[in-house]
């Protein structure tokens, strides 16, 4: 079966620019979360959505960030204003039940590149 | 909240060397997870642990519960093996990880 998918896979675009990052789990998988991986650095947790219940929005750095689950299943990422700092690259991983004892899959990223 | 520290930051090995990767906690978790993340960024979960020790292929993960410590053994270690290994934790919430700053290992042949 499909494992879980990101789009785009790269994207450069200028600061102050919006942009709009797209993952779709693994289907049945309930739980969502995305993650952030700067340069060097480990992977930052950001947002966790699991089922119908209100997402986790305790890691999103700042108001320009913002994320939504339509149906249960697919996710978007936006980050508004873009800023030179916000370039890493976004991780999204689901899991079949959510919890941080249920195995996370991963997709392989998107690499945001602010100029 | 949980801090999550590994070691050692890099490690060098020749082909066939036996490996050990170390994770500290701080505060007592439920599970804890390895992963394995390649160059070009695909992130692959290897192992979730909440006691004992767990093998699989080459790979063996230990952890004890009492000591807040866990290790992750690469036994007869080949460049293929060459990845980050990053441990996990859960937050305080159980909701989502903790994530390790990761180990870099390359193997050479």
């Known amino acids: 079966g499909a494992g879980v998918s990101q789009s785009p896979s790269n994207k450069v675009t200028e600061k102050g620019k919006d942009v709009e990052l797209r993952c779709d789990p693994i289907s049945g998988h309930t739980a969502l979360y995305w993650y952030r991986q700067s340069l060097g650095q480990g992977l930052e947790f950001l947002i966790y959505f699991q089922g119908n219940s209100a997402p986790d929005k305790s890691g999103l750095p700042s108001d320009r960030f913002s994320a939504e689950r339509t149906g249960g299943s697919v996710s978007t990422l936006t980050i508004q204003r873009t800023q030179q700092e916000d370039s890493a690259v976004y991780l999204c991983?689901?899991?079949?039940?959510?919890?941080?004892?249920?195995?996370?899959?991963f997709g392989n990223g998107t690499r945001l590149t602010v100029t | 909240k949980n801090e999550v520290e590994q070691s050692p930051q890099n490690l060098t090995a020749q082909e066939g060397e036996f490996i050990t990767i170390n994770c500290s906690y701080s505060v007592g978790i439920s599970a804890l997870h390895w992963l394995q993340q390649h160059p070009g960024g695909g992130i692959v979960s290897l192992f979730m642990l909440s006691s004992g020790k767990k093998k699989h292929g080459r790979l063996i993960a230990t952890i004890n519960i009492q000591e807040k410590h866990s290790s992750l053994h690469i036994t007869a270690s080949h460049p293929r093996d060459s990845a980050v290994y990053i441990c996990?934790?859960?937050?305080?919430?159980?909701?989502?990880?903790?994530f390790g700053k990761g180990t870099t290992l390359s193997v050479s042949s």
């Open positions: 991983a689901s899991s079949e039940q959510g919890g941080a004892d249920s195995p996370l899959h």
């Open positions: 996990a934790v859960p937050n305080q919430a159980g909701t989502a990880l903790i």
